[in-house]
């Protein structure tokens, strides 16, 4: 499809696994959010991509959360040592330039993470 | 404090109703201002932007007021199809914190 795309839509981990989840953005979208929600909540920002960089990280929340677009394109954020806190939607969001000005950020359909 | 903060709902409101939504932000240098919508289980969607001359899209009129840092969204004759999370969103730079959200249920 055109629009982004989050795998897996749904995750079930236990507490101390790794976990990686992906984020392939609407092509030639050239920035790239993550955000989590958690229930009754509204996104939280965790870290923004524009092209291969991240232009800002200081919303991960500690080190065991890091995020990688090394071909400014798919995006894929990994989780250490997963804590049951950790459990959320894992919202991706892509935008063009000019989409910023307006924003405009197209969101996947998000991955659910549970830790058990 | 928050960031943003939004009203915390939820509003049951029955269709015809109009309904205002409230949302303040700390941050002073903020530079854009937008509403998002999203239904239940699904992602975020872009409702509309929200300018300091206040404007309007149908149904809905967003206004912005800097020197309070309020912004609001009123719906005029509400429906059904109404019902969802209202986002406040706040901009700087190419950074968009999201509020908490407000519920809207309009009831038949």
């Known amino acids: 499809g055109a629009g982004v795309s989050q795998t897996p839509s749904n995750k079930v981990t236990e507490k101390g696994k790794y976990v990686e989840l992906r984020c392939d953005p609407i092509s030639g979208h050239t920035a790239l959010y993550w955000y989590r929600q958690s229930l009754g909540q509204g996104p939280e920002f965790l870290i923004y991509?524009?092209?291969?960089?991240?232009?800002?990280d200081s919303g991960l929340p500690n080190d065991r959360f890091f995020a990688v677009r090394p071909e400014g394109s798919v995006s894929t954020l990994k989780i250490q040592r997963t804590e049951r806190g950790d459990s959320a939607v894992y919202l991706c969001?892509?935008?063009?330039?000019?989409?910023?000005?307006?924003?405009?950020?197209?969101f996947g359909e998000g991955s659910r993470l549970t830790v058990l | 404090r928050k960031e943003v903060e939004q009203d915390p709902g939820p509003f049951n409101v029955p269709e015809g109703a109009t309904v205002a939504f409230n949302c303040t932000y700390s941050n002073s240098a903020s530079q854009s201002f937008f509403w998002y919508r999203q239904d239940c289980r699904k992602e975020p969607k872009l409702l509309m932007s929200v300018y300091s001359s206040g404007n309007e899209d149908g149904r809905f009129t967003a206004q912005l007021n800097r020197a309070s840092q309020y912004i609001s969204l009123l719906i005029r004759d509400s429906k059904l199809s109404d019902s969802a999370t209202y986002l406040c969103v706040v901009g700087y730079g190419q950074n968009f914190v999201f509020g908490p959200g407000t519920r809207l249920s309009v009831l038949p």
């Open positions: 991509f524009q092209g291969t960089g991240a232009a800002d």
């Open positions: 969001a892509s935008s063009s330039y000019r989409g910023l000005a307006t924003g405009e950020l197209f």
